[in-house]
């Protein structure tokens, strides 16, 4: 899927957030990762898209992304 694709299909999943796994690929065959920002902000949703990366983890349930040494009792 291109940032196009990506963003109607969180749209008319109607997404609060979207997590894009793999966004850092893109950029290995020339699409930019950024670009994802620019077309959300012409749908309703997602609401908030959170790059992963590598040693970050994330909760469903819970906004933000953290790196795995920063997480709070886990």
């Known amino acids: 899927m291109d940032e196009n694709q990506v ?3 969180a749209d008319r999943l109607e997404l609060s957030r979207l997590v894009p796994s793999h966004h850092d690929m893109w950029q290995g065959v020339g699409a930019d990762p950024k670009v994802l920002h620019e ?3 012409s749908h309703v949703h997602p609401r908030g898209i959170e ?13 933000g992304i953290r790196r795995i ?6």
């Open 39 to 41: 077309h959300a902000v």
């Open 69 to 74: 040494g920063a997480l709070d009792g886990d």
């Open 7 to 9: 963003t109607e299909a």
């Open 51 to 63: 790059p992963p990366h590598v040693d970050c983890s994330f909760r469903l349930s819970e906004p």
